[in-house]
């Protein structure tokens, strides 16, 4: 299984709304509704963000939104903060039952 | 509340067999639905999806890796071991352990701090 396509990097300045996109395939993304996104500060683990495609964990802003179309996933962050300057996964599950990651996006918060 | 910490060496030499501990706490791997994996992240580079063992002892690998991996629980102990034979230099990484359940589609909520393991002659 390959790693899910994503951008290298994006940015916006504060206020502003940003998308990260991630893109699979049928086998993956396109066929379960079971995408992840995890946020990543600089030598801290993972943290959850957004699960089963758009359902946010308590404690997490609503500020992050996500969707998914076809084989194409993405992540919204609305009302940039300096805060949310991190790189960001996503991640599905597969036919395989296991699961795959994503190449990792680096956001910049002008 | 829910914690998982890493153990194992930090460096270990190419061809050699690694071996990481995941000792946690705030739930039980005996609990229906409930699953501990292992992921890993090379330095500067993306996650990458390792295995999983589940309550029921059903165990998932990646495919890529499979042949090199191991996973097992000790329940009595809280533990899940990895193993990962015949390493290499490109297997250099933080190694994270994780808790998962079912319930949901993400292969994990709670992480671990992570351990970095070196491969070096």
């Known amino acids: 299984q390959s790693a899910l396509t994503q951008p290298a990097s994006v940015s916006g300045s504060p206020g502003q709304s940003i998308t990260i996109s991630c893109t699979g395939t049928?086998?993956?993304?396109?066929?379960?509704?079971?995408v992840s996104w995890y946020q990543q500060h600089p030598g801290k683990a993972p943290k959850l963000m957004i699960y089963d495609v758009s359902k946010r964990p308590s404690g997490v802003s609503n500020r992050f939104s996500g969707s998914k179309s076809g084989n194409t996933a993405s992540l919204t962050i609305s009302g940039l903060q300096a805060e949310d300057e991190a790189d960001y996964y996503c991640s599905s599950y597969t036919s395989s039952g296991t699961w795959v990651f994503g190449g990792g996006t680096k956001l910049t918060v002008l | 509340q829910i914690t998982l910490k890493e153990s194992g060496p930090t460096l270990v030499k190419p061809t050699q067999t690694l071996t990481l501990t995941c000792t946690f706490s705030?739930?039980?791997?005996?609990?229906?639905?409930?699953?501990v994996g292992w992921i890993r992240q090379p330095p500067g580079r993306a996650l990458e999806w390792l295995a999983l063992?589940?309550?029921?002892?059903?165990?998932r690998y990646s495919p890529s890796l499979k042949s090199r991996l191991t996973i097992a629980r000790d329940t009595s102990n809280n533990q899940v071991v990895l193993t990962m034979t015949n390493m290499d230099p490109v297997d250099t990484a933080t190694y994270f352990c994780a808790h998962r359940t079912v319930v949901t589609g993400e292969p994990a909520d709670y992480w671990g701090q992570g351990t970095l393991v070196t491969v070096s002659s």
């Open positions: 049928s086998s993956d993304v396109g066929g379960y509704n079971y």
């Open positions: 063992i589940y309550w029921n002892d059903d165990k």
């Open positions: 705030g739930f039980s791997l005996t609990t229906s639905g409930v699953g």
